[in-house]
DNA sequence: CTGTTAGCGCTTTCAA
DNA sequence: TTGAAAGCGCTAACAG
């Protein structure tokens, strides 16, 4: 059996308590018990269990962070980001993967989690506003996201319709007519992500009192073959076009990949912009133009409220009014770079 | 105050231990009774409190990854590929971010945290095998990694050295004469990844009877704008070089950035191999030759081992002989893509 | 500075 | 099928 605290205290003839304060030095131990308790914790092979530690405190200095998917560097990059500054706080965080499942989804915040960790954060794709709704309780949770969200949660998000309005807007004005978006969405359909740089496409048309032609909006996966993809059928259906704007950069790349292939020149022949301004976007070839989303501000709000849904859960206010959910939304940049000519 | 088993057992009129079968059917249970204690329980709104359930079972089901940073491709990726399966056999992953610091690695591994976890899954970049070698306690723990490991832990890895070999013929048998090498180490340094691909570069030439010159090989950090960084220099050095083996695809794609920006043309002018084989890199322009690492053997074998370790640890033997630490290096494959020509 | 008591919330006995 | 008691390992709270 693995030693305990009584095994430790019995082997340096003080009390259980004793041990506890001598090793933790929340309380202060003489030097000479504390010599012999260490002594005998490290004869036993002593080691603390955090579960115990945890009931007991009913905290865990723990942060979890869901994320649909460890492998898309938009959430790899905000994982890394979140986990940075919260370990400057002395905090642990950890990522757990829903595989974008609702149901993953809503058992990362189960309430049967909700003592494993201090917080969660939650980067929704999965789940509906009345799936998150639903649940019965004043659970630390700050949600991430750019679906529609219940209103009761706090929530931080990007400026995604302005981004992709000032995206397209920039195609427009360095001289393209015929902007395509690689990953649109119907606008009547869901309220994600896609339909709202769908959205913000569509409305710098109408800034510039054009529409766009439909068959410009080519709907597709997330992933770089699909961005590829997109442009392979665009180029074999005919279709008109001396710009793409694609919905994510990991899309953008796809895209490139695609017009390099074709022998199409970029921005010559067709300029690309991307949006997420991942780390990598600086390295294709050419540099992607993006739009940032401000992810730095995304983080640091994040945390913010996270900071205040603990210590409201931890006031023991049920529902408290001291504060209500707030809803953030980050502001965004474009990036230019090599995929655009300059206006 | 939160509700507790007792609080529902109470308002059901049954005992507590009623209302934990019920509500985990380990137990039968008459269907009043269980209908009775549902009902409670959503009347108070009672959540199980999993840390007090752990320190009971002295199991959680999760299994914890460490990883230097969230936000390298390659870890992501594996990330995502652990949590696949892992999710597959019902059980829990959730990583951390150890920032590549040796404390932090350390603290990952501290006996302090193995209550929390079934097993643990370390990534150690930034440990000498002495550090993990002094952990006094059989712990469920397979390292993966390409550093120097002590013996007495189960060990993952991929096969650098064959890989480097194959990567480097590749170029030299494509008509390649210059080969630099980006991100290399002095042999005689650590026995880190770098150092053992660089051996690979060397026994490379070896095999064709020549030696690579010494100029060839620069040494950088990790990031894309290393790789860039890397080739500018040997550029703006007037080093004669028609290829670049590219020690990880993520430098690889600094490289192509900074060949396309002083206009040398690839595979032409200058071939380019990685070494990870990342899904971004069939998106380059042109598209990466590289090196495979074995990902998904990788991720199989490390999930035996820890089911070994875990159940060894199960079975209460100290550091049981049944079956030693098993040391396990995945097969490379080369994968030939754009950025080289054929042979 | 050190010890005693009690209990965090759940579940494994053992008994009815 | 249900219950009572005991305890997982740790640490507040209250002595001394």
Redesign the interface.
């Known amino acids: 059996m693995k030693p305990t605290m009584s095994d430790v205290a019995r082997a340096a003839g003080v009390s259980a308590m004793t041990v506890s304060n001598a090793l933790t030095g929340r309380r202060p131990v003489s030097p000479a018990t504390r010599a012999r308790v260490e002594r005998a914790a490290?004869d036993l092979?002593y080691?603390?269990?955090?579960?115990?530690r945890?009931?007991r405190a009913g905290r865990?200095d723990t942060v979890?962070l869901v994320v649909p998917?460890?492998?898309?560097?938009y959430?790899?990059?905000l994982?890394?980001?979140m986990?940075?500054h919260l370990?400057d706080q002395g905090r642990?965080?950890?990522?757990?993967?829903s595989?974008a499942r609702r149901e993953?989804e809503l058992a990362a915040v189960a309430?049967?989690?909700?003592?494993?960790y201090d917080g969660v954060l939650l980067s929704a794709v999965g789940t509906t506003p009345d799936d998150l709704a639903g649940l019965?309780?004043s659970v630390p949770l700050v949600l991430l996201g750019e679906q529609q969200m219940p209103a009761r949660y706090d929530h931080v998000r990007m400026d995604n319709v302005a981004g992709a309005r000032l995206a397209t807007r920039h195609l427009l004005a360095t001289g393209s007519r015929r902007v395509a978006i690689v990953g649109g969405a119907d606008p009547d359909r869901d309220a994600g992500m896609r339909t709202a740089r769908t959205l913000g496409w569509t409305m710098a048309h109408t800034d510039t009192g054009t529409a766009p032609a439909p068959e410009l909006l080519v709907r597709t996966g997330p992933d770089?073959?699909a961005g590829?993809d997109a442009v392979r059928r665009l180029l074999s259906d005919g279709t008109d076009f001396d710009a793409v704007f694609a919905v994510t950069d990991t899309l953008a790349?796809?895209v490139?990949?695609a017009l390099?292939e074709a022998g199409r020149r970029v921005p010559d022949d067709v300029q690309v912009v991307g949006f997420d301004n991942l780390?990598?976007s600086?390295?294709?070839?050419?540099?992607l133009t993006t739009v940032d989303p401000g992810h730095e501000q995304m983080a640091v709000e994040t945390l913010r409220l996270l900071d205040q849904v603990v210590a409201r859960a931890a006031s023991g206010e049920a529902d408290g009014r001291s504060s209500g959910p707030e809803h953030v939304t980050a502001p965004v940049r474009l990036v230019v770079r090599a995929t655009t000519r300059s206006a």
Do not use: I, K
């Not at 600086?282 to 540099?287: K, L, M, N, S, Y």
């Open positions: 490290a092979g080691e603390l269990n955090l579960t115990a945890h009931l865990t979890a998917h460890f492998d898309h560097p959430y790899g990059e994982a890394a980001r986990g940075r370990a642990h965080l950890v990522v757990e993967q595989g993953a309430p049967a989690r909700w003592q494993l019965h309780t770089l073959s590829r790349v796809g490139l990949a390099a780390a990598s600086g390295f294709t070839v050419p540099a």
